[in-house]
């Protein structure tokens, strides 16, 4: 590394943005023709190097060399590319499954039923004790009945009550959702 090599860093270390604008210049190009071995869209890879240097000047005083500093550049723009890659899989996927679902009347209704059936569940839910709330959402979680009482400190017989009670709650004030989903 150069004299002025180290003076640059040391710039740029200290925020001045004139040193900041120095290894834009040096580094843009390289790591532009970089991102677009994996990209194909200039203006997708344009901006994830731009994103690259932002996050360089947010990390600039942890570069003392100018070989991390690149280090830094190429492997920021690599991981952006292939996040931007996979996040046009996961889009394309979407995209592909709803162009043929959101414009139908049965994706319309089932996402109303879907959406008021899980409102009736919770405002039932809700309306548990809180004890039993609780019990209730750690059995869910997969603990088993002595995990729960060791948990809240309370017998494992008062954790069966209270689940055996939930259950009924619920069994009794979602009736009606269960008999309308079943016509559905």
């Keep these: 590394m150069t004299l002025i090599t180290e003076?640059?860093?040391d710039k740029f270390r200290s925020g001045k943005e004139s040193a900041f604008k120095n290894l834009y210049d040096k580094y843009f190009d390289a790591l532009f023709l970089f991102g677009l071995k994996f990209i194909p869209n200039s203006e997708a890879v344009e901006d994830l190097v731009q994103e690259s240097f932002i996050k360089l000047w947010e990390r600039r005083k942890s570069f003392y060399h100018e070989a991390t500093l690149k280090a830094f550049l190429y492997k920021s723009v690599r991981n952006?590319?292939?996040n931007?890659?996979?996040h046009q899989k996961v889009t394309q996927k979407y995209e592909k499954n709803?162009?043929?679902?959101?414009s139908s009347n049965d994706y319309f209704l089932n996402n109303v039923i879907e959406e008021e059936v899980n409102?009736?569940?919770a405002e039932t839910f809700q309306k548990l004790p809180e004890s039993?709330?609780?019990i209730y959402?750690?059995?869910l979680k997969g603990l088993k009945n002595a995990e729960i009482a060791e948990d809240l400190n309370i017998s494992v017989n008062t954790v069966k009550t209270q689940k055996q009670r939930a259950n009924k709650f619920l069994k009794e004030n979602l009736k009606d959702?269960?008999?309308m989903l079943f016509f559905m």
Excluded at 98 to 102: E, I, K, N, P, Y
């Design 80 to 82: 952006a590319c292939l």
């Design 7 to 9: 003076i640059a860093i």
């Design 98 to 102: 709803a162009d043929t679902d959101v």
């Design 84 to 86: 931007y890659i996979d």
């Design 132 to 134: 039993a709330r609780k």
């Design 137 to 139: 959402l750690l059995s």
């Design 119 to 121: 409102r009736m569940i």
């Design 177 to 179: 959702l269960f008999t």
